[in-house]
């Protein structure tokens, strides 16, 4: 009995440490064991997680920047980054640097410093697709409109267009769910996001992306405010990535598959300037 106990404890510390070792991030310089990344696991053609499988334009991004940092593929360490999450995730040093669909905006730069832009999208909408009534927010009024907490999708909505009644989820794959079976009217954020969801198997035909992009979301690569070293490695990572076409390679073979129609008039946009 009293060996059994010990043994029991023994384990349990064994856990604690592996859990510690987990959480600690990676090195946050190159050269360290690990490097731990924050990716959307429910985004198709940006950040998906199916089983121990990670793809998606913002992984792609990732392991690329990694390998400039010196870290290979198997060095890489994926952790969700949910929306609500992000600054969080980095200013408590749980994740090294987030790739995330993540818009680079003056609110967020008090708490995270931004490399990139890798990637300028557009806010959209999603409907079901015999719905011809709603092409804009302006026709959202009285309706329900989900979105995300802590999205600039969702502050957008609650700042310009309070007549909207706007639920705020956890994730946008919830949203898509309850719009497919009537619970909301449609879904918002990024029209790089609507068109991974509109063009999932279980929605074809169902959901359609109304094509009117309202704002600006230029994607950038969150790290830990101050880290200029890290933050000028990522951004010359990035330059090579357009230089060497690897840009175009990754919208291709990412967003092919939703036919998503990458804006060339701000696409690939120049990095550099944030750090
Ligand atoms: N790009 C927007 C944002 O950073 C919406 C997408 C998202 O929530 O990841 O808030």
């Known amino acids: 009995m009293k060996f059994r106990r010990t043994s029991v404890l023994i384990a349990a510390a064994a856990l604690t440490t592996a859990g510690l070792a987990a959480c600690g991030g990676g090195s946050s310089s190159g050269g360290g064991d690990s490097l731990t990344v924050g990716i959307k696991y429910d985004q198709p053609g940006l950040g998906l997680k199916e089983g121990s499988t990670y793809t998606g334009f913002d992984v792609d991004v990732a392991k690329y920047v990694a390998d400039k940092l010196g870290y290979k593929e198997d060095q890489i360490e994926w952790k969700q980054a949910p929306s609500p999450q992000r600054e969080t995730l980095l ?3 749980q994740v090294d640097m987030i790739v995330a669909t993540y818009s680079i905006t003056d609110e967020r730069k008090q708490k995270v410093d931004f490399a990139g832009p890798y990637f300028i999208a557009g806010q959209d909408l999603l409907v079901r697709s015999d719905d011809n009534a709603i092409k804009g927010p302006k026709d959202l009024e009285g309706k329900k409109l989900c979105s995300v907490k802590g999205s600039t999708s969702a502050s957008h909505i609650h700042d310009q267009y309070p007549k909207v009644q706007l639920q705020e989820y956890d994730t ?7 719009l497919a079976n009537g619970a909301v009217d449609a879904l918002t954020t990024d029209n790089t996001i609507l068109a991974g969801y509109a063009a999932q198997p279980q929605y074809k035909g169902k959901l ?3 094509g009117n ?7 950038g ?20 990535m357009v230089d060497d076409g690897s840009w175009d390679k990754f919208v291709k073979k990412n967003f092919g598959p939703a036919n998503f129609k990458v804006d060339e008039s701000k696409n690939p946009p120049k990095p550099g300037g944030n750090c």
């Open 91 to 93: 200013q408590s040093g």
């Open 172 to 178: 946008y794959s919830k949203c898509a769910e309850a």
């Open 208 to 210: 359609k992306v109304a």
């Open 213 to 219: 992009t309202f704002s600006e979301e230029v994607y």
């Open 221 to 240: 690569i969150g790290i830990k405010k101050g880290d200029k070293d890290k933050c000028t490695k990522i951004n010359d990572a990035l330059k090579s």
